[in-house]
């Protein structure tokens, strides 16, 4: 038993460290801000994960639980002074508050989980396509209010003034910790119910396996996970608008998912780290010359196409890293082949 459970934590704690040495490496060779932008990406695509890698459906407005953290954790983390000058008319129990970073954090999580909550009483009823264009109207709904919500968000503009705190350590500590979290939720009774959903939605019903439920629990977890990413980007840009959370930052999350394997915590974390050594690597040709602007999106999009032909279930095929397996000793045809004398000992075939 202990065995098997070693065997099970070695994919998570193999892609921590696997990540820890690229990001150690990378930084090493003047790329903090890249390898810090990567990680903020670990956050996001891992909490994505959560639920499409377990359930089977697609979201396209995950992205909004991202904008409600970073925009919560922000505005409890600017300054009281700044606070009054930028959002003069913010409600009377926001403008006051001084919680700290890490109250913020677990305020921004607890609040999203409860919207995700609510919301997901309705969208987790759907599935297939209408699910996927349900929670895509969630992005739009979500995006429209923080941009018109000129008294809690400034509006259309951008909101300034945020204490820029995320750096690589916090970065790393906080996608080790959503890895984590991820695990521990697929390895969990609920995280299983949900995965026979995936794979065969009648069987399971048949079984007794409410489908809403499991898919419920997931997408509070993942809408948490969203928003800790949410916190990691507002406090590493220092400045955040409603743009900042738009189908272009969506679409790239997905992008990564589906590159590394949208069935495979490992492959989530591979999608990240291959989709931007990509982009580094196209951005530097954009720069040399080599390709016109805009040029680096399409090799980008191409290279998902190619994904998608070649490797369907992603770069990592939907598997996780495993132990090597023991070789079985073999076992004597005889009982009592012990007993044999010297230079008589059977042998298997």
């Given at each position: ?339 044999l004398p010297a230079g008589h000992e059977q042998t298997a075939p």
């Open positions: 038993m202990a065995a098997r459970r070693f065997g099970a934590a070695f994919a998570p704690a193999a892609t921590i460290v696997a990540l820890g040495i690229v990001s150690f490496l990378a930084a090493g060779l003047g790329q903090k801000d890249t390898v810090t932008a990567m990680l903020i990406n670990v956050v996001l695509v891992v909490g994505l994960w959560i639920f499409v890698g377990n359930s089977g459906i697609l979201s396209f407005g995950h992205i909004a639980f991202m904008a409600i953290g970073a925009y919560l954790a922000s505005i409890l983390t600017i300054p009281v002074t700044t606070r009054d000058f930028l959002l003069p008319e913010l409600p009377g129990i926001l403008s006051g508050a001084d919680p700290g970073a890490a109250a913020a954090l677990l305020i921004a999580i607890a609040v999203t989980a409860a919207f995700a909550f609510l919301v997901g009483l309705a969208l987790m009823r759907m599935s297939g396509i209408g699910a996927g264009i349900a929670t895509l109207s969630l992005l739009v709904i979500v995006t429209n209010v923080l941009s018109s919500w000129s008294a809690l968000t400034g509006g259309g503009g951008t909101l300034t003034g945020i204490p820029v705190t995320t750096d690589v350590t916090t970065a790393f500590i906080t996608a080790a910790g959503a890895i984590v979290v991820a695990f521990l939720f697929r390895s969990s009774p609920t995280g299983r119910r949900l995965r026979a959903t995936r794979e065969d939605l009648v069987a399971a019903r048949a079984l007794g396996v409410r489908h809403v439920p499991v898919r419920l629990a997931a997408f509070v977890v993942s809408a948490a996970v969203m928003a800790a990413g949410g916190w990691l980007y507002a406090h590493y840009l220092g400045s955040i608008s409603a743009e900042s959370f738009s189908f272009q930052t969506t679409f790239l999350v997905i992008a990564m998912l589906v590159v590394g394997g949208s069935y495979s915590l490992a492959g989530a974390v591979l999608g990240v780290v291959a989709v931007t050594a990509l982009t580094e690597a196209m951005q530097h040709l954009e720069s040399a010359g080599v390709l016109g602007a805009g040029g680096s999106t399409g090799v980008l999009a191409a290279a998902v196409i190619l994904v998608l032909i070649w490797r369907p279930r992603g770069l990592s095929q939907g598997r996780e890293p495993r132990l090597p397996a023991r070789r079985p000793r073999p076992k004597a045809l005889e009982a009592g082949v012990a007993d």
